[in-house]
T-cell receptor, first 113, second 112 residues
Framework: DTAVSQTPKYLVTQMGNDKSIKCEQNLGHDTMYWYKQDSKKFLKIMFSYNNKELIINETVPNRFSPKSPDKAHLNLHINSLELGDSAVYFC????????????FGPGTRLTVT | RKEVEQDPGPFNVPEGATVAFNCTYSNSASQSFFWYRQDCRKEPKLLMSVYSSGNEDGRFTAQLNRASQYISLLIRDSKLSDSATYLCVVMGGGTSYGKLTFGQGTILTVHP
């Protein structure tokens, strides 16, 4: 069984479209995250939720809106996609909010044309 | 200064070699430290946590120097399967508690 899963794995879309990426974890963890890894391979945190509550919200355009319907799911909706949004988006989860190991999903490779 | 800085490499070493990676961090209030490994086009995975007393896991040894804000990873007897990008990761303290900041990674290629 996959611990942290994301769908879709690949997403190619045009500028201006709205798209969503879904993430699910079956580890029973309380905390989930979204990261963006750009073309230079820097991995940066975007959001973190603990038990459905937003706890980390980095400086991300408000076109990005995370939603956590329950603690096992954290989805990411992106409005009005721009070329600069092209990246790999990783979902992750951890037991707590401290220095617990984070388990990453396989990533969603988003290409905006 | 970047929050977490690593030598990006690449490091190309033969099998059996010993290789060391260094990392510095800027926030003295940082709480926890890790090395993650990322294979090409895959997700990052935890390699090991880093403690002030130093810790070892098989061929891998991690060291932390809080005074110098410096973290290291030593890989002995390199294997072909060690080829990957090694990410230095720092967890913030205070208002950044729980937030992981990743270095840009050091690329390692082990060749026969």
């Amino acid at each position: 069984d996959t611990a942290v899963s994301q769908t879709p794995k690949y997403l190619v879309t045009q500028m201006g479209n709205d798209k969503s990426i879904k993430c699910e974890q079956n580890l029973g963890h309380d905390t989930m995250y979204w990261y963006k890894q750009d073309s230079k391979k820097f991995l940066k945190i975007m959001f973190s939720y603990n038990n459905k509550e937003l706890i980390i919200n980095e400086t991300v355009p408000n076109r990005f809106s995370p939603k956590s319907p329950d603690k096992a799911h954290l989805n990411l909706h992106i409005n009005s996609l721009e070329l600069g949004d092209s990246a790999v988006y990783f979902c992750a989860s951890s037991q707590g909010t401290g220095g617990d190991e984070q388990y990453f999903g396989p990533g969603t490779r988003l290409t905006v044309t | 200064r970047k929050e977490v800085e690593q030598d990006p490499g690449p490091f190309n070493v033969p099998e059996g070699a010993t290789v060391a990676f260094n990392c510095t961090y800027s926030n003295s209030a940082s709480q926890s430290f890790f090395w993650y490994r990322q294979d090409c086009r895959k997700e990052p995975k935890l390699l090991m946590s880093v403690y002030s007393s130093g810790n070892e896991d098989g061929r891998f040894t991690a060291q932390l120097n809080r005074a110098s804000q410096y973290i290291s990873l030593l890989i002995r007897d390199s294997k072909l399967s060690d080829s990957a990008t090694y990410l230095c990761v720092v967890m913030g303290g205070g208002t950044s508690y729980g937030k992981l900041t990743f270095g840009q990674g050091t690329i390692l290629t082990v060749h026969p």
